[in-house]
């Protein structure tokens, strides 16, 4: 598709289009700013680029719920707040008409409820009603979103973002490499990339490059890529075996940005997709856009090939216990601070984030019944009534409440909390309140909602500090890279939860089989590259 846009410079048409976000999610458009008529050459017309999209990921293992204000949803010219390459006056942000509408991010959770699901897409859609034609989208996505029933809802929110915006609009698709890429989601995209790193480093990078992408194509008038190869890689691996930071991740991943810079190729990518649902979609995935044929299919397999090749030789991040196994090496290490990852409840893998049964047996240990025992700090656990009284008795106040299990209690009921108040904080986007609760040697976080905590200052805020602590417990999977600077020594404790990290032990009902690890003796798989039709051809 050739396009060319030329714009005189009296026109004003597409210049006033710009937005301001509204009370209660509209769009409003702002007041015309009439634009002076200089004598000038024709100017070239901005083309005009909708800015949308929706990410969380949600594990279908675990009880909890995800509902519409985990979103955190921001609306028109509030979505640039988010991405540091729209920033007002930057190069990216003159090179458009932007049109952001709504973009929604969760931290990962449970299944979204339809209702929840259905209302964020109608206010997308309806936005994007409102202010079209495009000449582009940036579809900013995870790509392992749940919803209670509906199976591959990024692939239903892009089919019905086509039905409004036509077919003419080149989406560019930017996902997490987590994320899962049906048959449907890559023919709706046009072009589509992923992060190339785990812990994802590169999560602005790649949103980036998916904008600069959609950009260049659309100002070089070369319009959508001539080729899209797709292979799915029946492997389906939890994020904490495929690190880029160790092998084999390292060494595929590093192979990516060499793949897509080349002549003719405009990018490739390797979803490793998302172990805990189970839909016919968790896999991996490999795709490969350009208009060199040859060149998008044989990158595409040698991919594919590369993954494929290394499935054997995926591990663990870090070394693997058992939480009795955890413990017992963290009290008698003399590396300090000792980390242990409570990786089956990990939040931002999809857990309900407030499983008690680590906390209870952490409690349950005689050594750190005494104040004078090896400190630990425990990080975290919801608890919104222990939360109330806490602010009721005030910092150095006595507390004897019960946390957590509200949402997940498969494992362990709520945990009793006998202790001292150290510290109230609030504000906190996600945890809204945090409160610190001396038991013994252990500071146990509690929250008013769930919180990841990944980085130093979380502690710090709360007067605690991890770097000098003896052992220091998150609910995480791979540490974070603050912490995993900080650690001395490190286990990932297999424990239970809506994430356990050992796969085999969830109730797959739906994925496709044969799929490694599950089936041993399977056989080699068909990794040739398919072509996907142009979104033209919808
Ligand atoms: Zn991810």
């Not at 494929?308 to 070394?319: I, L, Y």
């Not at 005030?394 to 108040?421: E, M, N, S, W």
Request: aromatic content about 8%.
């Amino acid at each position: 598709m050739k396009r060319t846009f030329y714009l005189l410079a009296t026109c004003c048409l597409m210049a006033s289009q710009a937005f301001s976000s509204g009370s209660g999610g509209e769009i409003k458009s702002n007041s015309h700013q009439p634009v002076t008529t200089q004598k000038a050459p024709p100017a070239k017309a901005l083309p005009r680029i909708a800015i949308a999209g929706l990410g969380i990921e949600s594990s279908t293992f675990s009880p909890a719920l995800t509902h519409e204000e985990a979103f955190h949803a921001k609306y028109g010219t509030n979505i640039y707040t988010s991405y540091p390459f729209f920033k007002d006056g930057s190069p990216m942000r003159k090179r458009a008409q932007w049109v952001p509408t709504l973009v929604g991010k969760s931290l990962p959770g449970g299944a979204v409820t339809r209702e929840a699901y259905e209302s964020l897409v109608r206010k997308t859609l309806d936005s994007l009603r409102k202010y079209g034609p495009y000449d582009g989208l940036f579809f900013d996505i995870h790509g392992a979103m749940s919803v209670v029933g509906l199976d591959d809802p990024e692939g239903d929110l892009i089919s019905r973002i086509r039905e409004v915006i036509g077919k003419k609009t080149i989406i560019s698709t930017s996902m997490d490499l987590h994320g899962n890429v049906s048959w449907r989601l890559a023919q709706n995209s046009d072009l589509i990339t992923c992060y190339r790193m785990a812990p994802h480093e590169d999560a602005m990078e790649s949103k980036q490059r998916a904008v600069e992408n959609l950009l260049t194509r659309i100002e070089s008038g070369k319009g959508k890529p001539a080729y899209k190869a797709w292979i799915p890689v029946p492997i389906l691996l939890p994020g904490e075996k495929t690190s880029t930071r160790i092998e084999p991740g390292k060494t595929i991943y590093s192979k990516v940005a060499p793949a897509a810079n080349q002549e003719g190729v405009i990018d490739a990518a390797i979803w490793i997709g998302y172990a805990w649902a189970d839909e016919p979609r968790n896999h991996a995935v490999v795709m490969v856009t350009g208009d060199d044929k040859a060149k998008v299919t044989r990158t595409a397999e040698q991919l594919a090939k590369t993954l494929w090749d290394a499935r054997h030789d995926f591990v663990f991040v870090a070394p693997t216990a058992t939480l009795q196994e955890s413990l017992d090496k963290a009290i008698a290490s003399k590396k300090h601070p000792f980390f242990i990852s409570d990786s089956g409840d990990n939040p931002t893998a999809g857990g309900a984030g407030d499983v008690t049964w680590t906390l209870t047996e952490i409690l349950a240990r005689p050594e750190f019944r005494k104040e004078d025992g090896p400190s630990l700090i425990y990080a975290s656990i919801p608890g919104p009534e222990l939360v109330k009284k806490a602010m009721e008795v005030g910092v150095g106040g006595k507390i004897d409440a019960y946390a957590g299990a509200q949402v997940d209690a498969r494992f362990a009921p709520p945990v009793r909390l006998v202790g001292t108040v150290t510290a109230i904080e609030k504000g906190d986007i996600n945890a809204e309140v945090e409160v610190v609760v001396k038991v013994g040697s252990v500071n146990v976080i509690v929250t008013q909602k769930r919180k990841p905590y990944h980085k130093e200052k979380d502690f710090t805020r709360l007067g605690l500090t991890p770097r000098t602590a003896d052992i220091v417990v998150v609910k995480i999977g791979y540490l974070e890279p603050e912490l995993y600077n900080m650690r001395a020594d490190w286990l990932l404790a297999i424990t239970p939860g809506g994430v356990d990290q050992n796969l085999e032990r969830l109730p797959y009902k739906r994925i496709n089989r044969p799929m490694y690890p599950f089936d041993k003796d399977m056989k080699a798989p068909d990794l040739s590259a398919r072509l996907v039709p142009s979104s033209d051809q919808l």
